[in-house]
């Protein structure tokens, strides 16, 4: 940043040092900030990853869909909170991915898959879409094992 005024009137070369001042106080409280914000979302996926570790996301259950839709929504919260999809990935699609037919409460995937695109349509962000279009493709494997998946656009 320049710090040499000399060109301008001393009003204003006062008034723009001091501008550029603040400036860099709030360049530094943003990368502050921009720490804390980082450090607290990792804290947060830690306390997740803690907490169902010692909890499946998905215990063995009967009959419930409206169960595993809710902790789907659920796991989505989670990954808005922390920024990214990395809890959703691995709670939510590589554990079930493993072995769906025990960690889901029912094997009508078409009810999921209906239900999951419902939530796609009201995402509210990138990230929010980007997860529910993950589980999605998920469910289309479990409803067509072997086959080809239909590619989800974003919009």
Aim: proline share 5%.
């Amino acid at each position: 940043m320049p710090n040499n005024f000399e060109e301008f009137p001393s009003p204003l070369r006062n008034n723009l040092r001091k501008l550029f001042a603040t400036m860099s106080h709030v360049q530094q409280e943003i990368a502050k900030f921009s720490t804390l914000l980082a450090n607290s979302r990792q804290d947060f996926k830690q306390s997740i990853e803690d907490f169902f570790q010692q909890q499946n996301p998905f215990p063995i259950q009967e009959g419930k869909i409206e169960d595993d839709i809710e902790q789907y929504t659920r796991l989505v919260s989670y990954c808005l909170d922390a920024g990214d999809s990395e809890i959703l990935d691995r709670w939510g699609i590589q554990a079930i991915r493993s072995n769906p037919v025990h960690m889901l409460a029912s094997d009508n995937y078409g009810l999921y898959h209906l239900a999951f695109n419902e939530a796609r349509k009201r995402s509210e962000t990138p990230l929010e879409e980007e997860c529910w279009i993950k589980i999605i493709e998920l469910f289309q494997i479990f409803q067509n094992p072997g086959g080809t998946v239909a590619v989800i656009t974003r919009g």
